[in-house]
């Protein structure tokens, strides 16, 4: 796949985030640069695209990234939120919470490609996602909101702290910390580092490893959910989730033909049903 082809088409008059589909993957970019800050117009956007790959059967992976090579994104705009009334702040962050958790529970796997610097709300942003792919060299993350006098109010006290622990999540709140992407990926808070040329080329390929044919789409969205959902329950009710699900994925083409693949000892050809 070309340069060319992976680049997000103009944005649609109005809107914030870019969306665009290919080969089962939909790519979904903050586009406010250079920062990619995010206003209640830009989670309304984003809400959107999201509930748009949720339920465009094609896509099977998510990406997440931001315009341009600077920011992924720097988190809330700051200006917007200082000349906010308290009550639009609370309900600002509830929207955006909305958001994340519908980008958390989708049942599709969702990439956040972290092209540039991950601060404050976008690094909650980047939580969200499954697996945190960085560039290179790219820039730092962290939540430094305690700079500000408040705290990261968008899932990101819970979603850090279920990701690197309590005591080191307390820490790197408290001080406000922001790491380079490598120190990060030490951490546990990047999955994979990825060289700078070639960035987004190099994520698309590595997603094409979770669609058809090569993947169980339905698998994989499943399994995801069984994780997702299961960490917040007991474990004799997350066992009886994964039971669900699993009996679920019985019923599907695809285990019937990932099953027979075995027997006949043959790579499955998997179709998403």
Do not use: W
């Amino acid at each position: 796949m070309s340069e060319a082809q992976l680049k997000v088409g103009e944005p649609e008059p109005g809107k914030l985030v870019n969306y665009r589909a290919e080969g089962g993957i939909a790519v979904l970019e903050l586009s406010d640069p250079p920062a990619n800050a995010y206003t209640h117009q830009m989670m309304r956007d984003l809400d959107e695209a999201i509930l748009r790959a949720r339920f465009e059967s094609e896509v099977q992976v998510m990406i997440v990234t931001g315009a341009g090579e600077k920011f992924f994104s720097a988190g809330a705009n700051i200006g917007m939120l200082a000349e906010a009334t308290p009550q639009f702040k609370y309900f600002f962050c509830l929207h955006a919470n909305e958001t994340l958790n519908r980008l958390e529970q989708t049942p599709k796997l969702v990439i956040a490609a972290l092209n540039g610097h991950t601060v404050g709300g976008g690094l909650e942003i980047a939580l969200a996602a499954d697996i945190r792919i960085a560039r290179q060299g790219g820039g730092k993350l962290g939540l430094p909101e305690v700079n500000l006098g408040v705290l990261p109010g968008t899932g990101g006290t819970q979603r850090l702290a279920r990701l690197v622990g309590k005591s080191r999540a307390i820490e790197l709140m408290a001080l406000g910390s922001t790491v380079e992407f490598e120190e990060a990926e030490r951490l546990g808070l990047v999955n994979h580092i990825f060289a700078s040329d070639n960035f987004m080329p190099r994520v698309m390929e590595y997603a094409t490893q979770f669609v058809t044919p090569a993947k169980a789409a339905q698998a994989v969205g499943r399994l995801k959910r069984a994780v997702q959902s299961g960490l917040e329950m007991t474990l004799e009710s997350g066992l009886a989730l994964e039971r669900e699900l699993q009996q679920q994925l019985f019923q599907s083409e695809d285990a019937q033909e990932g099953l027979t693949a075995y027997v006949q000892k043959r790579k499955p050809s998997f179709k998403g049903k």
